[in-house]
């Protein structure tokens, strides 16, 4: 993709998704704009870029099917826009911050499956009242399901499978599609 992407100023929609780009997509400063970033199935690979985070007028972000590694961009929190945020079939791996969620409230669709996370499900998480679907499966967490799930009121499909999660059964009864 040329540099000259990032001059496409009234660009709101950028889909660049099954094309099998080996490199990253380049700097979009600029793109005030875009609502909608759909860089799936390629080939991209390292860290998440820094500058997908900037673009604060994103409501959808789908980096899945990818190569990307480490931790997700903190900054992802400045997104507050953001419904729909997919990480699917990356390398991702760290520590979630505990404070990642606080400001995603319009969140809507969370795929953060088969990201390997050394640290607890963040309770910043179920503040996302709009959530109604969640995938977090093969994510390693462990221990108790938060009895704060039950804020969630609008999830309707919740995977927490190849996790080592316990909980109390009566917390999803709300859920309609559950798989553990």
Excluded: H
Excluded at 35 to 56: A, E, H, K, M, Q
Excluded at 61 to 74: A, D, E, H
Excluded at 120 to 141: R, Y
Aim: proline letters at 7%; aromatic letters at 8%; glycine letters at 6%.
């Amino acid at each position: 993709m040329p540099l000259e992407i990032d001059d496409l100023l009234n660009l709101e929609q950028l889909t660049i998704s099954d094309n099998m780009i080996l490199w990253n997509p380049p700097p979009m400063y600029n793109l005030t704009r875009l609502r909608i970033l759909d860089v799936s199935s390629n080939g991209l690979t390292g860290p998440i870029p820094f500058y997908f985070p900037n673009l604060l007028n994103l409501e959808q972000l789908n980096v899945s099917f990818n190569t990307f590694r480490g931790p997700i961009p903190s900054t992802i929190s400045n997104l507050t826009r953001l419904t729909i945020l997919d990480t699917f079939a990356n390398f991702l791996s760290g520590e979630i911050p505990s404070d990642m969620f606080e400001r995603l409230s319009k969140l809507q669709v969370l795929d953060l499956s088969s990201f390997w996370i050394r640290s607890s499900i963040p309770m910043s998480l179920f503040k996302c009242k709009e959530l109604q679907i969640m995938n977090l499966a093969g994510c390693g967490f462990g221990g108790i399901l938060p009895k704060e799930i039950g804020n969630l009121t609008m999830l309707r499909s919740l995977d927490l499978g190849l996790n080592k999660i316990e909980g109390n059964g009566k917390l999803l009864d709300a859920v309609l599609v559950f798989t553990v």
